[in-house]
């Protein structure tokens, strides 16, 4: 019974982690770039949703986002 529990669980959230990552995809989207880009984690807000998006560089943050390497910045 505990393994049946823990099973349906299981499923649960993966399925809820699945809808986040298709909400993720539409709220941070990637600009293109292609180059060298020093690669340090970025955190940048949309500034249409407020949503709070981490990107592996800089670079490919879109244009008007507000960015920081500490954390979540405030959009503005």
Do not use: E
């Not at 993966?14 to 970025?42: E, F, M, W």
């Amino acid at each position: 019974m505990k393994l049946r529990l823990l099973g349906v669980a299981f499923v649960l959230v993966s399925l809820c982690t699945l809808g986040r990552s298709a909400d993720a995809a539409q709220d941070c989207p990637t600009k293109h770039y292609n180059g060298s880009c020093i690669q340090v984690i970025t955190y940048a807000t949309n500034p249409t949703t407020g949503t709070c998006c981490v990107y592996a560089n800089p670079c490919i943050v879109p244009d008007g986002w507000a960015t920081s390497t500490s954390g979540c910045p405030v959009a503005g």
